[in-house]
């Protein structure tokens, strides 16, 4: 099995998150969870903004608490990123959902998604969540796949104003 694990941010893995992070700024692709495009450049501020949101403080308005963790192998090179929403409000319930994850470019189709997404789902049950959505575009077929392969019950699509479909799909925990 892939000798993988979750680690909380941490400024002992300041290097290796900002090799994370530099690799997808340069391949030009959204950033996903959206948590990774947070700015790095005050590595302190970001890492209190992630323990801020983790605690429900200095959210912006209508935003709930999340958990963000990295994704590291035994080098404690950063290979992904996942944050976890504690619950959903009405807009997340549509396209956004409580787990959102992403590996970097160069280490993808290697089974790390679908570890990553297990081990988050370990973690979203941990937080009391019995039930996870988890999304993805239409477009996405890796991280369909990622979804499924970790009991992704499909549920109804939904169309965002610009045409795109997001493919809703709940875990049971």
Known sequence: MLDVYLISPTIELKTQYLSFYQEWKE???DMVPWVISKDPSNFIGMLQSLTDAEKGENLPEKWVPDSTFWLV????KVLGAVNIR???TGALMKNGGH???GIRPTERRKGYATKL???ALE???ALGIQKALVVCDQSNIGSEKTIINNGGIPDTDFIEPNGNIVKRYWIEL
């Not at 192998?73 to 404690?76: G, P, T, Y």
């Open 27 to 29: 391949s030009g692709e």
């Open 99 to 101: 787990i959102g994850y």
């Open 86 to 88: 504690h619950g959903l």
């Open 117 to 119: 997404l297990a081990l």
């Open 73 to 76: 192998n035994k080098d404690k």
């Open 123 to 125: 973690k979203a049950k």
